[in-house]
């Protein structure tokens, strides 16, 4: 199982690396441009998973002790460091919510197109959905 996995990884590692190379040095006509910086994009962001996917497999299988595993899984479930992880994302999401306010009103000064700024204060929207509807789902299951 863990060798269709590091092959898996592998894969997805080459083919970001395809990627990258087509849109950096084969799709270089003008008229190509939005498909290459697509490629880029697409292409560095599997590579950059597959191969850190693997290097993490590879650093796992070293480690087969049983007695390992099992502090590590004790580890990420402790309770502790699952209140830390969700008071961290509480203050990332205020903190990002602070920095996309400030942006907003920047590209409301600067003049920038309307449909910037609409897409913009659409993520504030999905914000807003997206705490009524986990508050709803999470207040049922607990």
């Given amino acids: 199982m863990k060798n269709k996995k590091n092959i898996l990884y592998l894969l997805s590692t080459v083919v970001g690396a395809f990627l990258f190379y087509m849109g950096q040095f084969i799709l270089?006509?003008?008229?190509?441009?939005?498909?290459?910086g697509l490629c880029i994009g697409l292409g560095a962001a599997v590579f950059?998973?597959?191969?850190?996917?693997?290097?993490?497999?590879?650093?796992?299988?070293k480690i087969n002790n049983e007695d390992t595993l099992r502090r590590?899984?004790?580890e990420v479930n402790d309770e502790r460091n699952t209140i830390i992880r969700e008071k961290v994302g509480a203050k990332i999401n205020l903190y990002v919510n602070y920095a996309l306010s400030i942006i907003l009103l920047a590209f409301g000064f600067l003049q920038v197109p309307l449909i910037a700024i609409?897409?913009?204060?659409?993520?504030f929207l999905l914000e807003l959905v997206l705490a009524i509807v986990?508050?709803?789902?999470?207040?049922?299951?607990i």
Avoid: F, P, W
Wanted: positive net charge; charged residues 20%; contains cysteine.
């Fill in 28 to 36: 270089v006509a003008e008229k190509m441009k939005s498909l290459s």
């Fill in 48 to 61: 950059c998973l597959g191969i850190g996917n693997l290097i993490s497999a590879l650093i796992l299988s």
């Fill in 72 to 74: 590590k899984r004790i």
């Fill in 118 to 123: 609409l897409m913009l204060a659409s993520v």
């Fill in 134 to 141: 986990l508050t709803d789902h999470y207040s049922k299951q």
